[in-house]
């Protein structure tokens, strides 16, 4: 792999930045916030995401996408990471649409992956139960039913779950919480009879619900039944990776915030970042993004090359860059002293988005475990 | 690439005439080879195998060949380190002229200078120390006041240097030396002179790992041709910071993987496997196994990032401010290391002399321990690399 990006993907990263920072900079989400707004993110800017290529980057051509691979879609991230953008690109076009790929029938993919990509569809994945990511730790029921599976039990912090119009949840045919043997993906159409959901407020202003499925009928299988986990397990990897690339973004974004306001502020007589307390907490980050930046490049790059170390790959970016993130937010906040912890000042923004990304798809804890686990120790 | 593939095959025919056996083994550190006027070669084949190293100029692979490099392009280097590497063929030598005097010298020096210095430390006939530090200019370096005051052609140098790596080993010194005492940085030139020279003394310097690779160097009136002068007069802290970069980014490399480079070879997960136990695959104790997982993904990320950095300086260009990134991540981690050793082996990490309890290479493993605490001092300590970074890289104010 190459770390030097190739000239299509400088253009990719080039017209992200600049479509991102125009329309949707961070005042976009504390609108979104301040006015309860009903769907969660903008869906005019959604839909002018995906005339730009943005919702089907991972989707290959013959799917409507625009086949730019992970490594494209993870430049676009860092840039939404950078302005805390709230869209479907996590939810859909990375979780979703990675599913899909990696397990999905031949119709499963003509049928969604286009709506995908042209912006249409925005879908969803039902898969925690707990307040921490646990893949294989699913209670949620699926019998057979004739010629399909019925579905039964509740999921929580589904991204973007009250507002997808289809559903991918995964639920036991077989074995007991904990197994990884009996997991099966389901596509499910979040409107039919017995799914309940509903929307959790979340401290970062960006969406997720909890969704109750009573006696729900499955649309169909993704996959093969009981043989769901090894999907699973590999889309989550490919989330967690791209989710790393936009907690980049927003760390980057919040640390350069942070450099400059050292430079502005004025206390004792001189600017605050001559002071050799703040130099070297400053210094030392700068280092941690430094190594953030290889392990998600590396990362994206796995994926494309279909490499055998995804895995490792994905616990080592999460648990970097969620670390460096959560210690990222917390300094920026502490830096910028009083007018860090004002809700007018946007730094705020980043240190409640650091806690709940970190959360999402597995903690530093999770992913540090998980590293030791692949490695054999 | 086709011309690339051909020069891969040409290496590999050329590693398999020319690379002896026993260089093709793990290292024992008594057979480093480090050169010079009085070099002695305890196994006969680094003798052998440096000549032939040196005869294609592979010691120095991308210098040119004019000087007696090896006139590599990048990308034929990278295959040539690719192939020593995939034989596990030993450095056929270590020399501070190779990894930073040379560099130095091919940026600064006059072509006379070139041409005279730079085929001998290809050849490893000459073993260089460097002159930098002083008892009151440690990480304020541009406080220096050795002092080299001329008169007709000829430098008299008077003062003393401290922590002079193997200057009692050194067959020359690369030396900063102050040439007006009027200004601080703008007052330092570069000097090469021979250490035979009369008026130069060494003492070596006794640390806690019980090993002595430094010295204390003393000039007493040590007579040097100006011809050995390097650069123009009172531009020397130029060439100094530079070749500073060049020392850093050598040190850096000392905290990657998970392997350690004493003699029992063995991973932090495996010592500490074999002195904690193993419950379930997992090394037992839950609170060091964190550790060394930490350490280990740090140790990972920190060469995938050493490897992004090369790659993205050869597309566009500078690296200077990134060698303090290094410099300061990399040592932190070796000396983590080190650490977390001791936590993994207990008192098996703690002996001083080998015995019938503690091997050769435990006791390798406490002096390195002991040894890495200078890493993060060496070339410019941590704080003053956090320093630079502020300054060069985040244009934060003095």
Known sequence: MSFVLNEEQQILRDSAKGFIAEKSPVTELRRLRDTKDANGFDTALWSQMAEMGFAGIIIPEEYGGVGFGYRGLGLVLEEAGRSLTASPLVSTSLLCASALLIGGSEDQKKGLLPKIADGSLVMAMAMDEGAHHAPAKIAATAKKDGDSFVINGTKSFVLDGHIASKLIVAARTSGKPGDTKGLTLFIVDAGASGVTSSRHIMVDSRNAAEITFNNVKAESVLGDVDGGFAILDETLDRARIGLSAEMLGSALEAYERTIEYLKERKQFGVVIGSFQGLKHRAAKMFCDLELCKSVVADALSAIDERRNDIALSASLAKSRVGATFNEVSSEAVQMHGGVGVTDEYELGFFLKRARVADATFGNVAFHSQRYAEIEGY | ?398
């Open chain 2, 1 to 398: 690439m086709a011309d690339l593939e051909a020069f891969r095959k040409d290496v590999q025919a050329w590693l398999e005439q020319n690379c002896p056996p026993s260089m093709r083994t793990p290292m024992p550190d008594d057979e480093t080879v480090w050169g010079g006027r009085n070099a002695k070669y305890k196994n006969p084949e680094s003798k052998q195998w440096l000549d032939a190293m040196a005869s294609k100029g592979w010691t120095a692979p991308t210098w040119p060949a004019a000087y007696g490099g090896g006139g590599l392009s990048k990308d034929e280097n990278m295959i040539l380190q690719q192939e020593l590497r995939r034989i596990k063929a030993r450095p056929a030598l270590n020399s501070f002229g190779l990894w930073m005097l040379g560099p130095a010298l091919l940026e600064f020096a006059s072509e006379e200078q070139k041409q005279r210095f730079l085929p001998e430390i290809v050849r490893g006939e000459i073993r260089w120390c460097q002159g930098y530090s002083e008892p009151g200019a440690g990480s304020d370096l541009a406080g220096l006041q050795t002092s080299a005051v001329l008169d007709g052609d000829t430098y008299t140098v008077n003062g003393q240097k401290v922590w002079t790596s193997y200057a009692n080993h050194a067959d020359w010194i690369f030396c900063l030396v102050r040439t007006d005492k009027t200004v601080k940085h703008d007052g330092i030139s570069f000097l090469l002179f021979d250490m035979t020279t009369p008026g130069v003394s060494t003492k070596p310097i006794q640390l806690i790992s019980g090993y002595s690779p430094f010295c204390e160097t003393f000039f007493d009136d040590v007579k040097v041709p100006a011809g050995q002068l390097v650069g123009e007069l009172n531009k020397g802290w130029t060439i100094a910071k530079r070749l500073l970069q060049h020392e850093r980014s050598m040190i850096s490399g000392m905290g990657l993987g998970g392997a350690l480079s004493g003699a029992t070879g063995q991973t932090l997960a495996g010592a500490a496997k074999e002195h904690l136990g193993e419950d379930n695959g997992k090394v037992a104790d839950p609170v060091v196994r964190q550790h060394i997982t930490q350490h280990n993904m740090d140790s990972k990320a920190f060469a995938l990032t050493m490897r992004r950095v090369q790659e993205e300086a050869k597309a566009a260009n500078d690296v200077s401010a990134t060698s303090s990134v290094f410099k300061f991540f990399g040592t932190e981690l070796n000396k983590r290391k080190y650490e977390l050793l001791i936590e993994s082996m207990g008192t098996k990490m703690l002996g001083w002399e080998p015995d019938d309890s503690y091997s050769a290479g435990e006791i390798d493993n406490t002096r390195s321990w002991l040894r890495s605490k200078a890493n993060s001092i060496e070339g410019g300590t941590s704080e003053v690399q956090l320093n630079i970074i502020a300054k060069r890289v985040l244009g934060l104010p003095d």
